[in-house]
């Protein structure tokens, strides 16, 4: 079985633990296993602190759709979610970072719990304010990025960086587009409507 992603792995985007899900459910559905989906999640989030490819990306991508804010750990905490159907981003990739290296790291780590931010946003921008503040708090920000996340703030676009192992930028907006262009080639993405497993087509 071969799990294909179109957007690049080890960039910030959570894809470990989408490509979890998403191997578990065809697994579980080519083999008619019967797992449920708490448990295919249980094991895609144990799977990704075992191999330190992640920390919760997995309770994200098995709810409801939307932009989510988890202030608890594990799978099965409570979730605020935002709506935004109508919301354009674009994102930018310039490489990957290890999130082993920053999640084993006593002192890396102690930097991102110190600039963990309290409470939820209200609206997309509030939700780039508070990103952004905390991408710099925690001192994460690779110099690779720094240009491009200048030039949206010059423009009055709220971006922020992949987290936590990406040296890429996410903003919001059409207008981002031509401004992360000159920096490469953007993707155009947009929040989902819905979450969860959603199983299309299994390929043996």
């Known amino acids: 079985m071969k799990t294909v992603t179109s957007l690049p792995p080890g960039a910030g985007f959570g894809l470990s633990a989408a490509a979890l899900l998403a191997t578990l459910a065809a697994t579980n559905a080519l083999f008619d296993l019967h797992h449920t989906d708490v448990a295919l999640a249980r094991l895609a989030h144990l799977s990704e602190l075992h191999s330190r490819t992640g920390l919760g990306d997995v309770a994200a991508c098995t709810?409801?759709?939307?932009?989510?804010?988890?202030?608890?750990?594990?799978?099965?905490?409570?979730?605020?979610?935002?709506?935004?159907e109508s919301i354009h981003i674009a994102a930018l990739s310039l490489g990957a970072l290890s999130t082993a290296d920053v999640i084993t790291s006593p002192n890396e780590m102690a930097r991102v719990t110190e600039a963990y931010p309290p409470g939820c946003a209200e609206s997309?921008?509030?939700?780039?304010?508070?990103?952004?503040?905390?991408?710099?708090?925690?001192?994460?920000?690779?110099?690779?990025?720094?240009?491009?996340?200048?030039?949206?703030?010059?423009?009055?676009?709220?971006?922020?960086?992949?987290?936590?192992?990406?040296?890429?930028?996410?903003?919001?907006?059409?207008?981002?587009?031509?401004?992360?262009?000159?920096?490469?080639?953007?993707?155009?993405?947009?929040v989902a409507a819905k979450g969860g497993f959603r199983l299309i087509e299994v390929i043996p």
Do not use: W, Y
């Not at 491009?148 to 207008?175: H, R, Y």
């Open 63 to 84: 709810g409801g759709g939307g932009i989510v804010c988890r202030t608890q750990p594990g799978i099965t905490p409570a979730i605020t979610r935002m709506h935004g």
């Open 124 to 190: 997309p921008e509030d939700f780039f304010r508070i990103s952004r503040a905390f991408a710099e708090k925690s001192g994460l920000i690779p110099d690779e990025i720094r240009p491009a996340l200048q030039a949206c703030e010059a423009n009055g676009i709220p971006a922020s960086m992949t987290m936590l192992g990406g040296k890429g930028v996410f903003a919001l907006g059409n207008k981002a587009f031509p401004v992360l262009s000159e920096f490469g080639t953007p993707l155009e993405l947009h």
